[in-house]
């Protein structure tokens, strides 16, 4: 199986990406020219309307493209469940969640951990924090568990501050 020229542009884009966006959008847009169902590209140019462009609806009709076109790409399904939950639509991000759980080579640390994010932003704290116990489990490196743990701290402070004040002593 040779490497198109769809893929070495896309490549290239990956490795410009995010130093060098303008480079990485042009290389996108080659390998887009040469095929314009290449997940990869679609994914990555979703990222950069998402993450820099900041044109969230032109990000899901990359993503929706992308998966419409290959429904198990574990990336893909990933990064347009947080876009979803951005969008607060909380029943699609669930059972895209869902979805990709039964994708062969899913990662159960990051699945958890965007699970932990949808229940925090429905304020279903305890239900995140739970998940994100269950998330250190699947970590097996040092700067993951901290990271985990400074989402564990925020979720507890926010639960400490929803709480009503006690003026009485």
Not at 108 to 124: G, M, S, V
């Amino acid at each position: 199986m040779a490497i198109t020229l769809a893929d070495q542009y896309y490549l290239k884009a990956i490795d410009d990406y995010p130093y060098n966006l303008e480079e990485s959008i042009e290389n996108l847009n080659y390998a887009l020219s040469y095929d314009p169902e290449h997940v990869g590209a679609l994914y990555l140019m979703g990222r950069l309307f998402m993450e820099y462009l900041d044109e969230s609806a032109k990000a899901e009709e990359y993503f929706q493209m992308a998966i419409s076109i290959n429904p198990t790409n574990y990336k893909v399904n990933c990064t347009y469940a947080k876009l979803l939950i951005t969008f607060r639509e909380y029943e699609k991000a669930e059972n895209l969640i869902q979805f990709t759980r039964d994708i062969r080579g899913s990662n159960p640390l990051e699945l958890l951990r965007l699970e932990a994010f949808l229940n925090e932003h429905q304020r279903l704290f305890t239900r995140a924090l739970d998940l994100l116990e269950q998330a250190k489990d699947h970590a097996f490196n040092n700067g993951v568990i901290e990271d985990i743990e400074d989402d564990i701290t925020r979720i507890r402070r926010k639960i400490t501050n929803s709480q009503p004040y006690n003026w009485i002593n």
